[in-house]
């Protein structure tokens, strides 16, 4: 799977679940996860649904906070990396 198809994923799980008020998605590459994903809980929701959605598990344990310091751009190619698609 390629980082572009990474971020739509990513992208649908907040067209579904919605975002703060104010937060548009046009240019969800260049967001921070930080943004969206403002509690600890919201980070590990999301994290288990890509694995869901992706068919594949990732480390959470190095994923999770590591992961809110990106892009979600940035995280999207790192998912890619994993699954050793780019």
Request: hydrophobic content about 45%.
């Amino acid at each position: 799977m390629t980082a572009e198809q990474v971020l739509e994923v990513m992208r649908a799980y907040f067209e579904e679940a919605g975002t703060p008020p104010g937060v548009n998605l046009a240019n969800f590459g260049a967001l921070s996860p930080r943004l969206l994903l403002t509690e600890s809980l919201d980070v590990v929701t999301f994290l288990v649904y890509l694995e869901e959605e992706l068919e594949r598990e990732f480390p959470l344990q190095e994923m999770g906070e590591a992961s809110l310091n990106q892009t979600f751009a940035e995280m999207a190619a790192q998912i890619a990396g994993l699954s050793g698609s780019k």
